[in-house]
Nanobody, 124 residues
Framework: QVQLVESGGGLVQAGGSLRLSCAAS????????MGWFRQAPGKEREIVAA????????YYADSVKGRFTISRDNAKNTVYLQMNSLKPEDTAVYYC?????????????????WGQGTQVTVSS
């Protein structure tokens, strides 16, 4: 089992940047593919980005391509989401998730472990 704790959320103006972190504890972090998801009020949870366990492969939702970057540091048991050029529509609770897998996954039902979420609010 792995425990996930997100941090780095907050209030930012449109055009600004935030970096989310997700610290993992428990089992060997490098065994896990990781994902960032978000859920806005009244909307379904959606994939934002995902990364393979080595970090060699990444996926981005079309809505964040070119603005967000997912990365991981397996030595620090941490996955990051750098968010630039933020827009009001990026406002949501952001969750990191983990699954033991050799490939990354974009489906939330494939993920076994979830953090508690961190709020990101982008003002216009």
């Amino acid at each position: 089992q792995v425990q996930l704790v997100e941090s780095g959320g907050g209030l930012v103006q449109a055009g600004g940047s935030l970096r989310l972190s997700c610290a993992a504890s428990g089992r060997t972090f490098s065994n896990y593919a990781m994902g960032w998801f978000r859920q806005a009020p009244g909307k379904e949870r959606e994939i934002v980005a995902a990364i393979s366990r080595s970090g060699g492969r990444t996926y981005y939702a079309d809505s964040v391509k070119g603005r967000f970057t997912i990365s991981r540091d397996n030595a620090k048991n941490t996955v990051y989401l750098q968010m630039n050029s933020l827009k009001p529509e990026d406002t949501a609770v952001y969750y990191c998730a983990a699954v033991v897998s050799v490939i990354l996954s974009t489906k939330d039902y494939n993920y076994d472990y979830w953090g508690q979420g961190t709020q990101v609010t982008v003002s216009s």
